[in-house]
């Protein structure tokens, strides 16, 4: 099939995925402590740096401009989010110097997605499905601020962060439509697609088991 093809079906398979997830069963990660914004939120501070530091990563091994500028993009974006993120704990009266996000090693899918090593194995496990998921998982944030009255949190969602995160899955989308134009290319970005969302349910189904946690938001 053509790259343009392809891309149109790779979104069709992962938004079938995603649009089964209910709220209270969608793609949750693991946190000690109660169910509040505050405790979501170190979550969330987890996810930034990960999503930081594998953009990162990528951007200095890859030589493809492209490619470089809009890892570059997305750095700069999961840093922002993690600095805003950061200072609304502070609001919330918990330093977030208080604690190291990573205290607990590299999440599964951060260590999957540092295995990559072809960009179209990256666009695809990465801006094209990981930020589709984040995209998901903020809009249940969202939901679970406004519910718990957190206004200021939801609005730094809903105004700042989603709309991130959704440019940064057009440009995968967009790249991926540059890369995968080649039956080996389409079949290693299906692949890298279908084992971030397998690591993703991977996710719900340990914190349901050891946390309930549910609305967590993503990067």
């Known amino acids: 099939m053509t790259a ?3 891309v ?5 398979e992962v938004q079938a995925l ?23 939120l170190r979550v969330a501070l987890k996810n930034e740096i990960e999503a930081t530091e594998i953009a990162a990563r990528w951007l200095v091994t890859t030589d493809d401009v492209d490619v470089k500028l809009a890892l ?27 604690f190291d996000p990573l205290a607990k090693g590299y999440g599964p899918l951060f260590k999957y997605l540092d295995t990559l090593t072809s960009t179209v194995e990256r666009v695809a496990a990465g801006q094209f499905t990981r930020e589709g998921i984040a995209i998901v998982k903020n809009r249940q944030f969202i939901a679970f601020c406004e519910h718990a009255g957190d206004r200021e949190t939801a609005a730094l969602y809903r105004d700042v962060i989603e ?27 299906r692949r890298a697609a279908r084992r971030t969302l397998e690591l993703a349910e991977e996710l719900q189904r340990t914190a349901l088991t050891t946390g309930g946690i549910h609305h967590a938001p993503g990067c």
């Open 8 to 12: 149109r079906a790779l979104e069709a």
């Open 163 to 189: 709309p991130d995160e959704r440019y940064h899955h057009e440009l995968g989308r967009r790249l991926l439509g540059r890369f995968a134009t080649t039956d080996g290319a389409q079949d290693a970005a």
């Open 4 to 6: 343009d093809e392809f």
């Open 18 to 40: 995603l649009g089964r997830l209910a709220p209270d069963d969608a793609l949750k990660p693991e946190v000690a402590g109660d169910l509040n914004v505050v405790n979501l």
């Open 72 to 98: 570059a993009r997305q750095v700069g974006d999961e840093a922002k989010h993690y600095r805003m993120i950061a200072e609304r704990l502070r609001a919330l009266g918990v330093e977030p110097a208080s």
